[in-house]
């Protein structure tokens, strides 16, 4: 259904799963400013949990410049901050597993189902190397973030509050733009 309300401006990296099972975890990006390269996913499991939790992920290219970035995705267990810190610390590892591979900077997303206070969010910031967009002085009552590694400057990073984003989710979705460092 998504792809069919954003038309043609937005494509979608999708989790599309042999077993058919999702969580719900996927990414758009605008088509006139970005193609993707390669995408895929990688299991980010927690026994307890009845959702499949994931990493999607897409290596991108910036059509204007060929500058390349690779972007994850995901939304972890809401269950214990246990739980979180195991896959903070997979997560962390399929990250750096891909940006080896690709040789890019990185952006990360999505729901986190932790605090900036939480162990699980303090580990994956250790372990990924990654910063959040809102800073130290950013929200600290949010589960849901956007990092990004140290070759990306953050702009223009908002939360989106409006009635209409209230009717979408139970979360307040989150945006930001970047551009590469020199």
Not at 165 to 170: E, K, P
Request: glycine share 8%.
């Amino acid at each position: 259904v998504l792809p069919h309300l954003l038309g043609t401006i937005y494509g979608t990296i999708e989790l599309n799963r042999p077993d058919g099972y999702s969580n719900r975890t996927t990414m758009l990006y605008r088509t006139e400013t970005v193609r993707v390269l390669a995408s895929g996913y990688e299991d980010i499991p927690i026994i307890k949990s009845v959702n499949y939790r994931v990493v999607v992920w897409a290596l991108l290219e910036m059509r204007a410049t060929g500058k390349r970035f690779l972007a994850c995705g995901t939304h972890w267990e809401c269950t214990t901050d246990e739980d979180r810190t195991k896959q903070a610390e997979l997560m962390s590892r399929i990250i750096g597993r891909l940006q080896e591979r690709y040789g890019v900077e990185c952006i990360s997303m999505g729901d986190f189902n932790c605090l900036p206070q939480s162990n699980a969010y303090v580990r994956f910031l250790e372990l990924s190397g990654m910063k959040d967009c809102e800073g130290i002085d950013g929200c600290r009552w949010s589960v849901d973030h956007i990092f990004h590694t140290k070759g990306l400057y953050p702009f223009g990073f908002g939360r989106e509050s409006g009635q209409a984003a209230r009717f979408a989710s139970d979360h307040q979705p989150l945006y930001c733009d970047f551009s590469f460092r020199e």
